[in-house]
């Protein structure tokens, strides 16, 4: 289970900043408000739909990243799936701390728990087991909590083909799929597999994801973000 801790430590009374050098914006909410003007500003969004545009751009966001529109592939019922889901309480199941990390707690609608397994003492032993990477071994830790969850891969393709293998063997589905893993070994085909999964197997569950090696931690968890609260 992912854990947060907000450590604020108690400053000594002799600390100041140091003199500023450069010129920069250094407002917090001036700065929230002008990132999300120039990403509309620079992205199309005319070919996400309507529902899911927060989304587009919260990934948007978290990646740096104005072209990734055109590789975004966004499941029609996503943001409908994802936002009733988390109202409703659904866990959100991380395949690494870092996605878990980067959700955000206070824009979750219902207390939601956020979920990763991987640091369980079983996964090793499972991982070598059945020759594969502990992220994917963990995924299958899922399985109680897996039926109506909200999940979200934003690291490992093992994980997300591990996953997808779990729903064609006829495990519980997920909500929705938040499935941005990233890197050059197994990721653009993790996330086309993903994409073509109602096509190739009959099992429809909303999702989003971006084509290519593209994807991260932070995209990933953007994503939840967006769907855990449409508010910007």
Known sequence: MARRTDLSPTLPPTLSPPPRLYDYVADGPAIYVDSFATIRRESDLSRVPPEAEKVAVRMIHGSGQTDLVKDLVIHPDLARAGR??????????????????????????????????????????????????????????????????????????????????????????????????????????????????????????????????????????SAINALAQEAE
């Open 84 to 221: 009733a889901a988390l109202a409703a309480g659904a866990p959100i199941l991380c395949d690494a701390r870092m996605v878990a990390m980067g959700v955000t707690a206070g824009r979750l609608p219902a207390g939601n728990e956020v979920l990763c397994f991987l640091n369980d003492p079983s996964v090793p032993d499972m991982a070598a087991a059945w020759r594969t990477t502990r992220t994917a071994a963990a995924v299958s830790l899922w399985e109680p909590y897996l039926e109506g969850a909200v999940v979200a891969i934003g690291n490992a393709p093992t994980a997300l083909f591990h996953l997808l293998e779990m729903l064609v063997a006829g495990g519980p589905r997920p909500a929705a799929i938040v499935g941005c893993p990233v890197g050059f070994i197994g990721a653009r085909e993790s996330k086309e597999a993903l994409a073509s999964l109602a096509t190739d197997h009959g099992i429809d569950v909303p999702f989003v994801t971006v084509r290519g090696r593209r994807g991260g931690s932070a995209m990933a968890s």
